[in-house]
């Protein structure tokens, strides 16, 4: 199987992470205090009173140390929008939120969807990526929902999955296409879900909010109807999907009837539609608040957090979407759709879901690591002995307001701010330190 | 000496929406108005108030009625006024509306009145002016002193606005009009009967506290017909929200046998005579149309003094409560 996520080359780290309370619900730990001894970037040893000459000693008391996360929804904007984003500002703003492996969608210019295109970006990525990156292709040529990608041609490029993200694929028979004939390369395609005919036009959820503001509303069916039409559709194929950032109660409940019936579907939701709704809006501030899809109601965002908790839905993703200052500085309704949210993404769902006790926090760290990892088909980081350290260290009782500066190049920040607990102080990714506000023990 | 001196910081009040006005705000401006009806039957029809200030407004939409009272307003006031319709130029050449507005603010107006074709624009054109903001229309969002002088005519014809009830007939999808009078009649103690076929009428609205009804019957119970214009541009193949103009006049057309001889009949303009209003009943003795033009000259002037020279600048801190929400400090 060809490699799918790159990276670029760095010295293999040499640590012990030492007392942190381990978190991490695959490998069976809840809390525990111990040491993890890092030799040339795997994980040698997790014990007690640990010593290693040659390495660094990071004291982690009173830390937390859990799984490194796995974001598959992110934009980079590379080719094209650079001055937005680009591998090497995205990736350390990964690293930054405590992510290892994040997954970037092709809807870039020119898109994603040939390989010599892919190719490059696999080059950039192997010399500019803090931590490992996959790219997702495009299922259609130009993301026009007519005919297929090579995808054949891609995965043996590297392609990590295949998404017309920004768009849906609006034709049935196209998409029952695509899914037979991606079946070949074993990739999985991540749906983004939108009848147009009923979101066009559309600035914000509709509802009370909607009505109010004289928003054009985006109805909750423009999004539910299509899952569940592209549930059908996989499920008559014998198919997998991956739907991605879903904001409403009506897709949960298609989702869930889905694995009822046995359908194998992921499911992503994002730390904006789990932790705001669309009362956010009444500000009008697009820069924070409009997105796609918007900011559903409070129902909507129970039902959400209902289904990551229950595992309906199995991951939590950014949908990192930067855009530039000058183009968010416009009337809501001229402003692009998206936020930024990797470096937020843990701290929200930390202080929104898990210090109120609505979600355990080894529910949030498989939702945001293993879950994504298992639904691409990517390797899951996990805190063994023998594996490569991919994890991050955690002060989760530590709190900063969210402003710029930002490791991102933009600051379209849904957050932008709030006051959010939880520090991500040291990213490990691949064996490599990817982000580090720690200093080591002298 | 500095050639460009820092302002001192200064409240600033602005009039974005109906929502950032208490009882006493609208109270205090409706009896405002009320002394300038007296100008207004003058010879002379100017009164040097505001004297030496600037008033520009800035229309991006088209407008007939707003813009010129606006002008107007100000020019009884005495004030200097500049009047531009901006109507997409600028952004066609790329120019963004911060920039628009920060070339307009390097003249130092005391006022800015906009209108703009998006939802959002007046609040955001705030952030970029030291001077006062009007909202003279957002989108579909807010038109508060359109709000302001239908309360004026609907209090001067029936004395209050106490559970006067008025029904809101048409398309309050596309409405700023209908937005901003549905929460200036609840402010005010009214009730609100929202009229019109179940494609233009926003979901969940009720939760704004009015009444709804898909059939025009619902008009006879109201003390007041308030019509609103059918939006023909929004009629085009494919955009349809009712099969015809024709059936919607026949289904929800305000007509001289639907109208009781108590009613005012009431209508934003401009009117589409014959589809969402019968001709005779906008000439007829139960329309207030003119009133309502008339209305807007003396509560814009109303508007405009209560910002400069009302509780104005320098009572603005000692106010009970400032005009409008977005009270700020600008640097």
């Known amino acids: 199987m060809a490699q799918r996520l790159f990276q670029a080359d760095a010295e293999p780290a040499d640590v012990i992470i030492a007392g942190g309370r381990l978190v991490d619900p695959t490998a069976g730990f809840h809390g525990e205090a111990a040491d993890l001894r890092i030799q040339s970037g795997r994980i040698a040893e997790i014990g007690h009173d640990l010593h290693d000459p040659d390495a660094e000693r990071i004291d982690a008391t009173g830390l937390t140390v859990t799984p490194g996360l796995v974001d598959p929804h992110v934009h980079l904007r590379t080719p094209g929008d650079e001055h937005e984003e680009d591998i090497a500002s995205g990736t350390r703003a990964a690293a930054a939120g405590g992510f290892v492996a994040i997954l970037a969608m092709p809807n870039t210019s ?30 259609t040529r130009g993301l026009e929902g007519r005919s297929l990608t090579e995808m054949g041609e891609l995965a043996a490029a590297g392609a990590a999955a295949f998404s017309d993200d920004g768009r849906p694929v609006a034709e049935a028979g196209m998409l029952r296409r695509a899914l037979q004939y991606s079946a070949v390369t074993g990739l999985r395609l991540a749906l983004h879900e939108e009848d147009t005919s009923l979101s066009a036009g559309g600035q914000m959820h509709e509802g009370s909010v909607s009505a109010e503001l004289g928003l054009r509303g985006w109805p909750a069916i423009a999004e539910s109807t299509m899952i569940g039409r592209d549930l059908g559709i996989a499920r008559y194929e014998g198919a997998g999907l991956h739907i991605c950032h879903v904001s409403v109660a009506e897709s949960v409940a298609e989702i869930r009837r889905a694995r009822d019936l046995g359908t194998d579907v992921s499911a992503e939701v994002t730390p904006h539609h789990l932790c705001l709704t669309d009362e956010a809006v009444r500000g009008l501030d ?157 | 000496m500095e050639l460009y001196p820092p302002k001192p910081p200064q409240q600033r009040r602005h009039l974005i929406s109906v929502a950032d006005l208490d009882r006493d705000d609208v109270e205090r401006i409706l009896q405002t108005a009320e002394g300038f009806e007296t100008v ?53 050449k790329g120019e ?44 579909c969002h807010q038109h508060p002193t359109q709000c302001l002088l239908d309360l004026y005519t609907m209090r001067a014809a029936k004395g209050t606005l106490d559970s006067l009830h008025v029904a809101i007939v048409g398309d309050v999808t596309h409405s700023r009009v209908a937005r901003s009078n549905i929460q200036g009649l609840l402010l005010m ?27 025009i019957g ?96 320098a009572g603005a801190r000692a106010a009970p409560r400032p005009l409008a929400i977005a009270t700020q400090e600008v640097a």
């Not at chain 1, 809501?332 to 609505?358: D, R």
């Not at chain 2, 179940?198 to 009804?213: A, F, H, K, N, Y």
């Not at chain 2, 005579?273 to 329309?287: C, F, K, M, Q, T």
Request: aromatic share 4%; with cysteine.
């Open chain 1, 110 to 139: 020119p898109i994603v969807d040939s390989a010599s295109v892919l190719g490059g970006l696999v080059e950039t990525a192997r010399s500019e990526a803090a931590v490992a990156t996959g790219f997702m292709c495009a299922i």
């Open chain 1, 286 to 442: 697009p820069t924070a608040t409009k997105m796609n899809p918007p900011l559903g109601s409070e129902a909507d965002r129970a039902a959400l957090i209902d289904a990551l908790a229950d595992g309906t839905i199995d991951c939590i993703a950014t949908d990192h979407a930067p855009h530039a200052d000058h183009e968010k500085d416009a009337p809501f309704e001229e402003a692009p759709f998206g936020v930024i949210g990797l470096e937020t993404a843990f701290a929200a769902v930390y202080t929104h879901l898990v210090e109120p006790g609505m979600l355990p926090l080894q529910t949030v760290i498989e939702r945001m690591s293993s879950g994504p990892a298992l639904a691409f088909g990517l390797p899951a980081p996990g805190l063994a002995r023998g594996r490569t350290a991919d994890l991050a260290v955690w002060d989760l009782g530590a709190s900063r307001v969210i402003e710029p500066p930002y490791a991102s190049r933009s600051r379209n920040c849904a957050f932008a701010g709030r006051s959010l607990r939880g520090v991500c102080r040291l990213t490990i990714s691949g064996g490599r330190v990817a982000h580090r506000l720690i200093e080591a023990v002298a």
């Open chain 2, 40 to 92: 207004m039957h003058r010879d002379l029809k100017k009164v040097p108030t505001l004297r030496g200030r600037t008033v520009m407004t800035v229309f991006f939409e088209a407008s007939t009625r707003t813009s010129s009272s606006f002008e107007l307003a100000a020019k009884r006031l005495s004030a200097d006024v500049v009047s531009l319709k901006a109507s997409g130029s600028s952004v066609d």
């Open chain 2, 96 to 139: 963004s509306l911060r920039d628009t507005v920060q070339t307009l603010s390097a003249y130092d107006p005391d006022v800015i009145v906009i209108r703009h074709p998006s939802v959002g624009a007046a609040a955001r054109v705030t952030e970029a002016t030291d001077a006062h903001v009007v909202n003279a229309g957002d989108g």
């Open chain 2, 189 to 215: 103690g009214a009730r609100v009967t929202l009229v019109g076929p179940p494609t233009l009428i926003p979901r969940d609205v009720q939760s704004l506290g009015v009444e709804v009804s898909h059939d």
């Open chain 2, 218 to 313: 619902a008009i006879a119970a109201a003390d007041v017909v308030y019509v609103l214009r059918m939006q023909k541009e929004r009629m085009a193949p494919g955009a349809a929200y009712v099969p015809s103009l024709r059936e919607y006049t026949a289904l929800w057309g305000v007509t001289s046998a639907r109208v009781r001889p108590s009613q005012l009949v009431m209508h934003p303009g401009p009117m589409n005579r014959g589809v969402e209003i019968a001709a005779d009943v906008a000439d007829g003795p139960n329309s207030k149309v003119i009133d309502q033009v008339r209305a807007g000259l003396v509560v814009r002037m109303a508007v405009l003094y209560d910002l400069l020279a009302g509780p104005g600048p």
